[in-house]
Each structure stands twice: as C-alpha cells, then as structure tokens.
C-alpha cells in the first residue's frame, strides 16, 4: 500500500470508530489541501524528522509524509487512534513512527532522529498552551521549528506586541526564544466536529543562541505576577514576584529601569528580560 491508497480520513474515522472526545479537546482536520498547506510550513522536511503531537486519525500526519518529510514520529495518548495510524505505517515502511504517551511527560529532546527536528501539530485546545511553554523552556533549544495550531485566540497571544489587546505572559516567553509569525487564520467550518471557535496557524523559529534571554523561570515568575491584574500598575502587580526577593516592587522596577507607574502591556519583551534579571540577582 502506498499513501494514494489509504482510505479516505472520514472512512478511517468510521471503521475504526473514532469519534471526537471532548475530553481530550479533539477536532479533526479531514481537508488534505489544507494539511498540505500546514505541511508546507515546516519548510524542507527531506532531511528532516518531524514530531507530531496529537495526530488523531492522521490527517496532518499524511499531510507531512507526502509533502516530503524524512520521517515522522507521533505521539498520541488516546490509544484508539494507533490501528489506524498503523495503516500510515504501512504505507511508507522506515519512515514513520507511533510513541503511544502524554506529550506532556514527554522529552523529545530524547527521541530518535536524523536531521533537522521539526515539530508539528494541530494540538489540542485543552493542553496547546502548556505544551507551547514547555517546548519554549527547554533546555537546550532541541526543535528547529514549531509549526502549531491554536485556538485563534490562542495564537494572537503567542505573536503578540507590546500594546495589543492579546499582549501578555504567552507572547514575552516566545519572544525571549524565538522569532513567531501567525501564518494563517482555519475558519471553523473545516473542522470535524466543528469547535466553537475558529483556529489559526503560528510558526516559531530560534533565535541564535546569543540573542535568546535563558532564565525562563525568573522571566515567568515576573510574568505572570506582572499580568496577574494587568489593570493594575507595576508597582502593585508585582508584588508577588517581589515577595520572594529580599526588595520591594519599586526597587525591583527602578532596577530595571521600568516605570512603577506603569502597567504590564505597556513594556516590551525586553523590559521583562531585564526585569527578570533584577529579580533573579535580588533572589540570589
């Protein structure tokens, strides 16, 4: 069997019995232009082995494998998918992998590969956020590009800029290791079942290992005290972060060159790198 010969996704779906489970925030891509075309973010995979969080009954896998990719490894915790996912395995014998897990626990750093790493996916709503962070805070930078999908909302967070509406923690944690773009907005409708909301493609590159700023812990303990109550001023929100230092909100803050007066969506990415900085010398 080849990948022209695989049965259609929607007659995969219904042999094996694979509804969605809302329990694991599961929507199905079926459209192969439209994989096709997320596939094709990933760059040149012909040398490549891409990792693939989440693949269900497969419609990005086959996406990736036929726009070239060396070899693809998927990770998938719902255990039902794997017979069908089986069927891919088949058709393209050495260049395709199935790692039944919680991506979650998982340390692809780890896993076999050749060439460049690529990961992507169409990640689950219920756990896309923690698996971005994840990837962002490890250590080494292990992925050579993040090619990910997210609830709309989601992903204007990732590529957010100082200023905006949807700026916040999500987007300075991206921001101290990669360079982000949103790529393109899935309406819906192509969806199976159709969520809610509509979806929206971001891809991450890293940046070079000299320009990337490393303390994510300190840069998210300052985040997320920063953003806590973002209507609040610095000098109020902070004092979370602060609390676990030997120094107040404002000295942290003049420290760093930061306005107290000033509120979280108003700074910079590299506002909080030195704010981190602060922090992580008045925790030391």
């Given amino acids: 069997m080849s990948m022209d010969q695989l049965p259609p996704l929607r007659e995969v779906i219904a042999e094996h019995g694979l509804g969605a489970d809302k329990r694991f925030g599961q929507h199905y891509l079926l459209d192969l232009n439209l994989t096709a075309k997320i596939a094709r973010l990933c760059g040149d995979m012909t040398e490549a082995t891409v990792f693939e969080v989440g693949p269900g009954p497969g419609g990005l896998t086959r996406g990736l494998l036929s726009e070239g990719a060396a070899r693809v490894t998927v990770i998938e915790k719902d255990r039902r998918f794997v017979p069908a996912l089986e069927q891919i395995s088949e058709a393209v014998p050495g260049r395709f992998s199935i790692i039944e897990a919680d991506a979650l626990k998982v340390d692809e750093s780890t896993l076999p590969h050749d060439g460049a790493r690529i990961l992507a996916s169409n990640l689950p709503y219920n756990v896309g956020t923690a698996l971005l962070i994840k990837w962002l805070e490890a250590d080494p930078i292990w992925w050579t590009r993040l090619v990910l999908m997210f609830q709309k909302e989601v992903a204007e967070r990732v590529v957010a800029k100082a200023g905006d509406k949807q700026y916040g923690r999500l987007a300075i944690l991206a921001a101290a290791v990669a360079k982000s773009r949103y790529a393109f907005t899935v309406p819906a409708r192509a969806f199976t ?18 320009q990337r700023f490393t303390d994510l812990k300190a840069l998210s303990i300052v985040t997320e005290s920063a953003f806590g109550q973002r209507r609040k001023t610095l000098r109020k929100s902070l004092g979370p972060a602060a609390s676990q230092t030997r120094v107040s909100p404002e000295a942290l803050l003049e420290e760093a060159g930061i306005d107290p007066g000033a509120r979280a969506e108003t700074i910079a990415p590299e506002g909080f790198f030195t704010l981190a900085r602060a922090w992580r010398a008045a925790r030391d």
């Fill in 193 to 210: 079942p159709p969520p809610k909301v509509d979806s929206a493609v971001v891809v991450l590159e890293p940046l070079p290992e000299d």
